[in-house]
T-cell receptor, first 115, second 112 residues
Framework: GAVVSQHPSWVICKSGTSVKIECRSLDFQATTMFWYRQFPKQSLMLMATSNEGSKATYEQGVEKDKFLINHASLTLSTLTVTSAHPEDSSFYIC???????????FGPGTRLTVT | KNQVEQSPQSLIILEGKNCTLQCNYTVSPFSNLRWYKQDTGRGPVSLTIMTFSENTKSNGRYTATLDADTKQSSLHITASQLSDSASYICVVSASSNYQLIWGAGTKLIIKP
């Protein structure tokens, strides 16, 4: 099946710094990618929809200036957590649907720990 | 309000036994229903996707059913293995725009 990769798989950063997470579709093109956040023992929560060539769409309650999304190409979307705080520590997962069909393929996730 | 509810919240069974997980949804208009398996610290992996017209779909030892009239789905796992220990998440799409409504998941633990 199709593969979505994320980099890095885990990152530790200091409070106040920024962290960039990459999401790549390796063998298909995706005009749309989704970014999720998952806290321990909870299900995934959609943060934003990344659209190639246009601005991302953010879910209610998600700060667009804090979570910067750039869909640079049909195979790459990046999420930058700016001025990270300990409460931003979470598991961030991206997903990408191929242009046709219902399926969504999920990346392996990025564990962010802010100290 | 579009919602997906799963039961039980957690389940412990012995290796080799069968189990069934439940999903009820109040999502409209309905597009499709998915079951995902998520291992701890990993992204979800798709098990099945069913559209309105599909009543059942199998993927190896996993069999999903869908009753669009009662808005219920189940995931049956046959002859469980230790590697089946994971969270199983029911997800419903309200339309064809790819946005998904997530259940809280059922945490399944298989004991030897």
């Amino acid at each position: 099946g199709a593969v979505v990769s994320q980099h890095p798989s885990w990152v530790i950063c200091k409070s106040g710094t920024s962290v960039k997470i990459e999401c790549r579709s390796l063998d298909f093109q995706a005009t749309t990618m989704f970014w999720y956040r998952q806290f321990p023992k909870q299900s995934l929560m959609l943060m934003a929809t990344s659209n190639e060539g246009s601005k991302a769409t953010y879910e209610q309650g998600v700060e667009k200036d804090k979570f910067l999304i750039n869909h640079a190409s049909l195979t790459l979307s990046t999420l930058t957590v700016t001025s990270a705080h300990p409460e931003d520590s979470s598991f961030y997962i991206c997903s990408a649907p191929p242009v046709t069909g219902f399926e969504q393929y999920f990346g392996p996730g990025t564990r962010l720990t802010v100290t | 309000k579009n919602q997906v509810e799963q039961s039980p919240q957690s389940l412990i069974i012995l290796e080799g036994k069968n189990c069934t997980l439940q999903c009820n949804y109040t999502v409209s208009p309905f597009s499709n229903l998915r079951w995902y398996k998520q291992d701890t610290g990993r992204g979800p992996v798709s098990l099945t996707i069913m559209t309105f017209s599909e009543n059942t779909k199998s993927n190896g030892r996993y069999t999903a059913t869908l009753d669009a009239d009662t808005k219920q789905s189940s995931l049956h796992i046959t002859a469980s293995q230790l590697s089946d220990s994971a969270s199983y998440i029911c997800v419903v799409s309200a339309s064809s725009n790819y946005q998904l409504i997530w259940g809280a998941g059922t945490k399944l633990i298989i004991k030897p």
